[in-house]
């Protein structure tokens, strides 16, 4: 089937876009052979070297793999490029809920944010401290309203923000840009965890403190307040397995929040 027509023009699709939908939605599992280039040719109305461009372009993202004489097909999920910009906007953009997914994506958090909430809190300058501040007061001002937002922006973004304000307030260039890449999958993570109003008012009691542990330059107790608010999310999520049972982070090799 071609793509449709608007106003008597023949639409062309983001192909990649499109490829890589049907890959994160999961209507191409891994292992599964995704349609031939001239079938994709045909699908599509491009040219043949356009397809071979695009296959290129996901097979250099981890997620396909061309076999000759079998044709291509769809990676296993440890070969996607998952630290990629363009994997990571396709998965919150594209992704079903995925257990696999949350888990590791959860398990990774919970291994770095903590980690850095403790480095937040001693080098944020006021500067670093009142970006903190405003994405907390966005997301609490955006919960008094009917649809969660505020200012144009909603529950989920000021949340977003709000750790992408910790990252940066490290003044470490690795942790910062690490923020930008990671932020789609922070993004499926926040949106799948803020569930009830309770469960709303509960988080955001554990970010306040995550924020005056920073503000008073305490780095331990940044750090398990971080653990907390990622304690919450695991719940949200449905993650049975404590936070303080997986692999985490500690400066100078010293003891995880639970005393480890």
Known sequence: MRPSSLSGTTARPDIAE???????????????????????????????STVRSVLQNLVSAGLLVRISGQG????????????????????????????RFQREIYAFRVAVEPFVAYLAATAATATDLLAIEQAYDGMTRSLETPDHCWEGRSHDDYDVAFHEAIFAATHNVVWTQLSHVLRPTITVLVQRSNQSADELADSMERHRKVMEAIRLRQPERAQACALAVLERTGQDLG???????????????????DGR
């Not at 490829?19 to 891994?30: D, K, T």
Request: proline share 12%; aromatic share 8%; net charge negative.
């Open 239 to 257: 993650i049975a397995e404590s936070p303080t049972n997986l692999p985490s982070l500690s400066p100078l090799g010293g003891a995880t929040p």
């Open 72 to 99: 291509t097909r769809v990676r296993e999920l440890t070969q996607w490029h998952m630290l990629d910009p363009r994997v990571t906007e396709w998965m919150a953009r594209y992704a079903e809920p995925n257990p």
């Open 18 to 48: 499109s490829l890589a939908e049907a890959i994160f939605s999961g209507r191409y599992a891994p292992g599964d052979l995704i349609p031939r280039e001239l079938d994709l040719c045909e699908t599509y109305g491009v040219s043949r």
